[in-house]
């Protein structure tokens, strides 16, 4: 990541910047060549390598163009991926997918810390309207546009009307979701603060406590209309809220232990955060509790509760620098381009009835919450990413609805890379156009 006041940098940084990956690029061919069908441990190791060096170079490079640092990590995981170069091919990304679990416990971690008592409370009317103009109006528009388009999709155009608009209704939670890890590597990277960083940062952390009661609320609602013969069960929303009670609480115990190690030892705090991201973070899955909610649960104890939070702030920003960028590279290896080339109209078709419908919830949502001018006009730009949640969530309805639940699955990566590309450079340039890039990354 650039740091603050970073000189800009020449056409002589910038030729050696393209000679080095280029050099790289062709090491690696050259090693893959010579041993083609290597695996193990090593294999992991060289590539975390590779991708980590080649997205810092890339994201630097598009620098040039004023995209952001997270799409060129994308970029260079789409180029090494198994589609492209091959230079990773898909159980390698599969291994990979280790680095996820720490990288998504430091992005809620993060997310908690960066959520202070007074922004919220400040935030909360518009927040409350936000919230509801966008859940009310993103929804029904995809889940409509969903069942219109529903005859010229393959999963779903030999359903009948009830089913397909069970499978809508769906589509419509899964659109709702937002990416908490986009935007906060957008603001790690920027340093942005200011008015458009506060919304966006409460906006998209706080909706995916609100998508996960959606959606367990959405399928006991349709799972009949999906599956005749079942009836509506209110055991989605128990479990539900298991989730998220015993969520909220553990987080608040977490946070308050780090508060408690903080204040007494206050060293080795790499080492802990890094033992709790991958241990943790296996844990919560077995007790059927939510990880992102938990550990962004507990950041937010340890800002308002103690003098601890931009400490532990600035350790995480330090050790995420490294760990966004192996992240966003392995998600853009795992890109599947093919499938993307295939299903690409439907959907281009539904990231644009998305987006529209987004910007319109958003422009009534501000003018019903007497938001301040600058955020009626760029307060959307946060809300186009797409990733982690989305993807999870649709996995669990590929499970739970084995007819059309792989064709759904497929769809959403489809929608999600596009999303995931797309809406950063949205929302950098929002944080642009509003000054609140800290000097120094305005180029990044």
């Known amino acids: 990541m650039s740091g603050a006041g970073a000189p800009a940098k020449g056409y002589g940084v910038r030729a050696g910047q393209v000679v080095a990956l280029g050099i790289m690029v062709g ?5 893959t060549n010579i041993v083609p069908h290597a695996g193990g441990n090593g294999v992991v190791v060289a590539v975390t390598g590779f991708l980590l060096l080649a997205g810092m170079l890339t994201s630097d490079l598009f620098e040039i163009v004023k995209l952001p640092h997270l799409t060129g990590y994308i970029a260079a995981g789409v180029i090494a991926g198994p589609y492209v170069l091959h230079f990773v091919d898909h159980a390698t990304v599969k291994r990979l997918e280790i680095v996820n679990t720490l ?3 430091l992005i809620a971690l993060a997310g908690g810390l960066e959520l202070r008592i007074a922004d919220v409370r400040s935030l909360a009317r518009s927040l409350g309207v936000h919230t509801l103009v966008q859940t009310l109006l993103v929804l029904t528009t995809q889940a409509a546009l969903f069942t219109a388009l529903g005859a010229h999709v393959a999963f779903t155009k030999n359903l009948g009307l009830s089913e397909l608009i069970g499978v809508g209704l769906l589509w419509g939670v899964l659109a709702v979701s937002r990416s908490p890890s986009a935007t906060l590597a957008i603001l790690s990277q920027t340093r942005a603060k200011g008015p458009l960083a506060r919304f966006s940062l409460a906006f998209v952390m706080s909706s995916d406590v609100v998508v996960l009661v959606l959606m367990a609320a959405t399928l006991a609602l349709v799972r009949p209309m999906i599956e005749p013969g079942n009836a509506v069960s209110l055991k989605s929303l128990m479990s539900v809220g298991h989730e998220l009670l015993g969520s909220v609480s553990l987080g608040t115990t977490i946070g308050l232990l780090l508060i408690v190690y903080l204040r007494l030892v206050g060293t080795q705090i790499l080492v802990l955060i890094v033992a709790i991201g991958f241990a943790l973070s296996e844990g919560l899955r077995y007790l059927r509790f939510e990880p992102l909610l938990t550990f962004l649960t507990a950041g937010f104890v340890v800002q308002n509760l103690s003098l601890q939070g931009d400490k532990l702030l600035h350790i995480i920003e330090q050790t995420g620098s490294v760990v966004f960028i192996v992240f966003f590279a392995t998600a853009g290896a795992h890109l599947d381009i093919p499938l993307l080339a295939k299903m690409w109209p439907i959907a281009l078709a539904l990231c644009a009835g998305r987006f529209g419908a987004t910007l319109v919830a958003h422009r009534l949502g501000s003018r019903w ?16 990413s797409q990733a ?3 993807l999870g969530l649709s996995a669990v309805l590929a499970r739970t609805f084995p007819a059309v ?8 990566v489809a929608t999600v890379a596009i999303n995931e590309v797309v809406g ?15 000097s120094g990354h305005e180029e990044g």
């Open 369 to 384: 919450a007497s938001d301040e001018p600058f955020i009626k006009r760029w307060g959307w730009a946060s809300l186009v």
């Open 27 to 31: 090491l690696f061919a050259l090693l």
């Open 103 to 105: 990288a998504l416990a």
């Open 388 to 390: 982690g949640l989305t």
């Open 405 to 412: 639940g792989d064709g759904l699955r497929s769809l959403v």
């Open 424 to 438: 950063p450079i949205f929302f950098k340039l929002g944080l642009e156009r509003g000054g609140e890039v800290r």
